[in-house]
T-cell receptor, first 114, second 112 residues
């Protein structure tokens, strides 16, 4: 089954404790991306990757890092989480680089930073 | 700038009715639009897309209409069912094609 898998689904952590949210897709997609979803603000892009070893900032990259060492994996790293990073996070992948692709989304990771 | 918005934050319909969800966009150069459905506790799910060289596209029980003159997009759901209850987002590709620009979403509630 074609899917994007995120882990964990739920996470509560303390300010400053480094964490990683994993994302894996089994569709051999070149393009992957991270979004955060906040009430009243909708979905906003954090980082994206066009292919292995190619990553770039989205609209709200501050406080986040990513890596793309393999095509299927695109982890989101919070080196020093802060309460304003409490949000619902989605990883997405698509078969084409941007314009004509139909993005597949993971189930989401609900992060709470206290 | 790029922005995609929706006219109404909520829409309540009766089961069996037809639903129409609207979306206005500001970038006249946008050439590709997508509708997503997000059920509670899940990620957005692709419903249907349309390119700017089309005015209408139909899927199973869904139709997307595009009016480029007034920069308006709509999603029509025929014979709405309780399982259609969700938040619906319109989205477009950013100018660089590197991101999806989402509207704020319309919450559709279907009562039996």
């Amino acid at each position: 089954e074609a899917q994007v898998t995120q882990n964990p689904r739920y996470l509560i952590t303390v300010t400053g404790k480094k964490l990683t949210v994993t994302c894996s897709q089994n569709m051999n997609h070149e393009y992957m991306s991270w979004y955060r979803q906040d009430p009243g603000l909708g979905l906003r892009q954090i980082y994206y990757s066009m292919n292995v070893e190619v990553t770039d900032k989205g609209d709200v990259p501050e406080g986040y890092k990513v890596s793309r060492k393999e095509k299927r994996n695109f982890p989101l790293i919070l080196e020093s989480p802060s309460p304003n990073q409490t949000s619902l996070y989605f990883c997405a992948s698509s078969p084409l680089i941007g314009r004509r692709g139909k993005a597949f989304f993971g189930q989401g990771t609900r992060l709470t930073v206290v | 700038g790029e922005s995609v918005g929706l006219h109404l934050p909520t829409l309540s319909v009766q089961e069996g009715d037809n639903s129409i969800i609207n979306c206005a966009y500001s970038n006249s150069a946008s050439d590709y639009f997508i509708w997503y459905k997000q059920e509670s506790g899940k990620g957005p799910q692709f419903i249907i897309d349309i390119r700017s060289n089309m005015d209408k596209r139909q899927g199973q029980r869904v139709t997307v209409l595009l009016n480029k003159t007034v920069k308006h997009l709509s999603l029509q759901i025929a014979a709405t069912q309780p399982g259609d209850s969700a938040v619906y987002f319109c989205a477009e590709n950013s100018k660089a094609g590197t991101a999806l620009i989402f509207g704020k979403g319309t919450t559709l509630s279907v009562s039996s």
